[in-house]
């Protein structure tokens, strides 16, 4: 498995305008390294400016391009409007969304909806509406980041965020993932005549920051699923986590293509019996019609918090 660094070393975005939410720490800060050595001028977010001043260090000894970290919140769907509006550039060839958060003290965000989904699907569907004249204006390639924790949790469009239930995090994290590969799949097939494409990213089973709020007893269950010190072990490295979605952006077998799932740099098959546990993908997570419904719910929702959104 190659690692980002590798894929960003045989690609040329020189004149590419690229935005990587959360990119501060993990997979989110190996991005921002390839896609600068790659030679794109790079913005890319994070809620503590603080985190990513060690990544603009890096970037300005190694890369071609340059790098601007920006303060974002996407569970803030106020702040989503002010970074939107504030961004000052005429144009984004290339959005990796992979700001995400799975286990988390906050629960719920302001509005009352789960953190997960707020951050993971919502605020990266109304940033990307408030983005598409950018997105639209030379022709992007969207990246969402997903997981192998969408694997038998389908999105509930009875209860989107959580808002009646009692929260699980395990669950609300897996719908939060799921929803991306769906919102990939649903602005493929609305904006490709735009020469807008969105593909969905399975990283792998990757140690970030992202399991900081894991129980020793959560992170001791991954572990062994992951064979953690064994020669069957499926963890990679921070670089090869960030590989696919370095690829998905440069990769020439994918220009202008969307709706797919993507996992080890090539096309993620459909999970079976025998499939690893963090491997492949379940089809309930591209399902047409799910995905058209589930657009138009958030949209709703978010027309009802007092941002609205053109269908």
């Avoid at 939060?176 to 807008?196: M, P």
């Avoid at 007893?217 to 064994?230: D, F, K, P």
């Avoid at 986590?241 to 220009?255: I, M, N």
């Avoid at 399902?287 to 709703?300: G, P, Q």
């Amino acid at each position: 498995m190659p690692e980002a660094l590798d894929i960003a070393r045989r690609a040329d975005l020189a004149g590419k305008v690229a935005l990587v939410t959360g990119g501060s720490s993990g997979l989110g800060a190996e991005t921002v390294r390839a896609l600068a050595l790659a030679g794109a001028d790079v913005i890319f977010t994070a809620r503590n400016l603080d985190a990513g001043t060690e990544v603009l260090r890096t970037v300005g000894e190694a890369g071609k391009g340059r790098a601007t970290l920006l303060p974002l919140d996407l569970s803030d769907f106020a702040d989503v409007e002010r970074f939107a509006g504030a961004l000052d550039v005429p144009a984004i060839d290339l959005l990796i969304a992979n700001a995400g958060v799975s286990e988390t003290p906050a629960e719920r965000q302001a509005d009352g909806l789960d953190t997960r989904f707020a951050t993971n699907h919502l605020g990266h569907f109304l940033l990307v509406h408030r983005l598409f004249d950018r997105l639209s204006a030379r022709g992007a390639r969207i990246v969402m980041l997903s997981s192998a924790g969408h694997k038998g949790r389908p999105v509930r469009l009875d209860d989107l965020g959580w808002r009646r239930r009692e929260i699980q995090h395990r669950v609300a994290y897996g719908e939060s993932k799921s929803a991306n590969i769906l919102f990939a799949v649903e602005a493929t097939r609305r904006w490709h005549d735009r020469g807008v494409f969105a593909n969905a990213v399975l990283p792998g089973s990757i140690m970030t920051g992202l399991q900081r709020h894991h129980s020793p007893e959560r992170l001791a269950e991954m572990n062994a699923i992951g064979g953690v010190g064994t020669a069957g072990s499926v963890f990679g490295t921070v670089g090869q986590g960030a590989a696919t979605s370095v690829w998905a952006v440069v990769a020439p077998e994918l220009d202008r293509v969307g709706g797919l799932v993507l996992e080890d740099c090539g096309l993620c098959r459909v999970a079976g019996p025998g499939t690893h546990a963090w491997r492949g993908y379940e089809l309930h997570a591209t399902d047409s019609e799910t995905a058209r419904a589930l657009w138009t719910a958030s949209a709703a929702m978010l027309g009802e918090l007092g941002h609205a959104i053109e269908t």
